[in-house]
């Protein structure tokens, strides 16, 4: 698999696929969708999307893919070579979310949750089948969560296209089985030839499995955060894991958005809060001091008596 | 996710981020009069504010910081915690002598500089003597005498106020030209006006007597206002209704509503010393067959049934 597209930016989202097969915008298709990398804090989470001719079916199975998980890395490895040369009928396209990405979504100030980012992502993979000019019939899922509301979401966004949404989905169709490997086979690859876009030397790239529960992971966790940046962009902040480590080991960060206390924030920022004006004893700097003229304070302009 | 967290308390940096003009930072002919800072006695509120001394002490400047919260700034390979951005900006030197020149003036006297300028809390008023732009300016607020090749000078309200007047103009200039929008009903954080204001000279007028009141007195601020003939406006801090007054009494402060004591076993209803006409009159009526209103409250007795 070629990961130079992602590698020359793994910072945000990037779409690799293969060549559409022409009997695919001919034939009526049905397509997988499956992910991988949900749940791990390292590494980014990729979304793989298969598609053949429904009359193809049967060959696909003949290939022998299975759901990725009950496979060995070697013999995924030797699936999606499968996969690809079997170009002739079998196309795929995959969504890598970087650890950046999903980290800067899942943190910004309107917050854009992993399950929000998941259904985009495999809505945008749809969507460009459909540009490309699969002729889509039949859609399957693998679900984490409630399979109903996700398939409502997606038989509404693509009118006309079966949309099949089942937990395991992954281990019931094969075209879900192939869609899982490709993703699963990204990821591998794209964690274990990992480009620190930060200066960190010779990076210790025995991480374990990238899962928070991974004692592996966490001491790699550990010797990696700075304390005033935190982690590389490998790491997804937006982790408990490793919001956690941050909070215990890092220096502490406020951000304009950080929920305080009135009184409390109040009295830091150096103001007086409301509920001040309506206590019997107004804080003394209101009695006697005339206000600052608007024009500096519009402007954020104070007299200081020390630097 | 995002959980409370605790802010240690400020540490002193030992580096600013400061914008300052070249002049102000003019490092000078001889090693000691270096610019500088040093605290004076802001002209406006009465308490220490920081100034700079340019070089050789022949020019002052006032020191602003920009400062919002949850700023912090990347310098080099360092952070620092304090995001300010601080302004060192010239400063009419006659701000700053004004409050000495005028609090001697009410004696009547005519006195040197010198003797004026002097004041214990704040040493380095003195230094204000070097600025010559200062000095040569001192004609505008007060009258002037030479005697013997030394001059003295005696405050002089009207020609203060006159002076006043002028920089009042000179900052409604400043501020047409500057495009700063003065009008009371714009409070948009990027003080660019969206369509064209019509603000009235008045509003110009206004706005200005509030800035240069930032470098005086308050009593000089009100009296500039009537000299540029504009009507005080009431200050909101008026129309506040009068507080209320709690009585004083040696008892100890008790809660108002303590229903901790009812639980006592020495709690004991005592009249009420004083009753009003209307309670006294109520306290005559017959009562008989009537049930106390805190009966309703009270926990149900059984009643013995015959």
């Known amino acids: ?307 | 996710m995002t959980s409370k967290k605790k802010r240690s308390a400020h540490t002193e940096s030992d580096s600013w981020v400061v914008i300052a003009p070249d002049s102000a930072l003019d490092t000078g002919r001889s090693v000691d009069s270096d610019p500088s800072f040093i605290k004076l006695k802001n002209p406006s509120t009465g308490s220490s504010s920081l100034y700079l001394f340019g070089c050789g002490d022949l020019s002052v400047y006032e020191v602003k910081a920009f400062s919002e919260d949850f700023r912090s700034w990347f310098i080099g390979q360092t952070v620092q915690r304090d995001g300010r951005l601080l302004y060192v900006t010239p400063m009419d030197p006659l701000f700053l002598l004004l409050p000495y020149i005028s609090s001697v003036g009410k004696e009547g006297k005519f006195q040197s500089v010198k003797q004026m300028v002097m004041d214990e809390d704040y040493p380095g008023c003195s230094r204000l003597l070097q600025c010559k732009q200062g000095l040569d300016s001192l004609h505008h607020v007060a009258d002037e005498k030479e005697v013997n090749d030394q001059k003295y000078h005696k405050y002089n309200l009207e020609k203060t106020l006159e002076w006043l007047k002028k920089k009042v103009q000179r900052t409604v200039n400043a501020l047409k030209k500057g495009n700063i929008s003065v009008g009371g009903g714009v409070k948009s954080s990027t003080f660019v006006r969206v369509k064209h204001e019509d603000a009235s000279e008045e509003d110009y007028l206004r706005y200005a007597h509030g800035l240069i009141s930032e470098y005086i007195s308050e009593d000089l601020s009100k009296d500039l206002l009537k000299h540029l003939e504009l009507p005080e406006i009431s200050s909101p801090k008026e129309a506040e209704p009068p507080s209320k007054k709690r009585k004083l009494s040696d008892k100890p402060v008790e809660a108002g509503e303590d229903y901790t004591k009812f639980n006592s076993a020495d709690f004991a209803r005592k009249p009420p010393k004083k009753m009003t006409a209307a309670q006294k009159s109520l306290a005559k009526a017959d009562k008989t067959g009537m049930k106390s209103l805190a009966s309703f409250f009270s926990p149900k007795v059984k009643q013995e049934k015959n």
């Open chain 1, 1 to 307: 698999m070629d990961l130079s597209d992602f590698e020359a930016d793994n910072s945000v989202s990037c779409r690799l696929s293969s060549s559409i097969p022409d009997v695919c915008k001919t034939e009526d298709c049905c397509l997988g969708i499956d992910e991988a990398g949900r749940g791990p804090v390292l590494g980014p989470m990729v979304y793989g999307i298969c598609f053949c001719p429904v009359s193809r079916k049967e060959d696909l199975k003949n290939l022998k893919v299975a759901d990725s998980k009950t496979l060995t890395e070697a013999e995924r490895e030797n699936l999606f070579v499968k996969l690809d040369e079997a170009k002739s009928f079998v196309g795929w396209a995959l969504q890598i979310l970087s650890p950046n990405m999903i980290s800067t979504s899942m943190l910004q100030r309107a917050k854009y949750n992993l399950n929000a980012l998941s259904h985009d992502a495999a809505i945008g993979l749809v969507q460009y089948a459909l540009d490309s000019g699969v002729q889509l019939k039949e859609v399957f899922v693998d679900t984490v969560g409630p399979a109903e509301k996700y398939q409502d979401k997606l038989s509404q966004r693509f009118p006309g296209v079966e949309v099949t949404v089942r937990p395991k989905a992954d281990s019931l169709f094969p075209i879900v089985s192939a869609a899982s490997i490709c993703a699963k086979v990204a990821r591998d690859h794209a964690v274990k030839s990992w480009k620190f876009a930060e200066d960190l030397g010779d990076v210790d790239t025995d991480y374990g499995s990238g899962y928070p529960n991974d004692p592996k992971t966490k001491s790699w966790l550990l010797k990696y955060l700075d304390p005033v940046f935190g982690y590389p962009q490998f790491v997804r902040f937006s982790w408990s894991t490793a919001q956690t480590l941050l909070d215990s080991k890092a220096v502490t960060v406020h951000w304009d958005d950080d929920e305080e206390d009135g009184e409390k924030a109040a009295a830091r920022q150096n103001n007086t809060s409301v509920l001040s004006y309506f206590s019997r004893n107004k804080p003394s700097e209101l009695t006697h001091t005339r206000d600052i003229h608007r024009f500096f304070t519009e402007r954020k302009l104070k007299s200081i008596n020390t630097l």
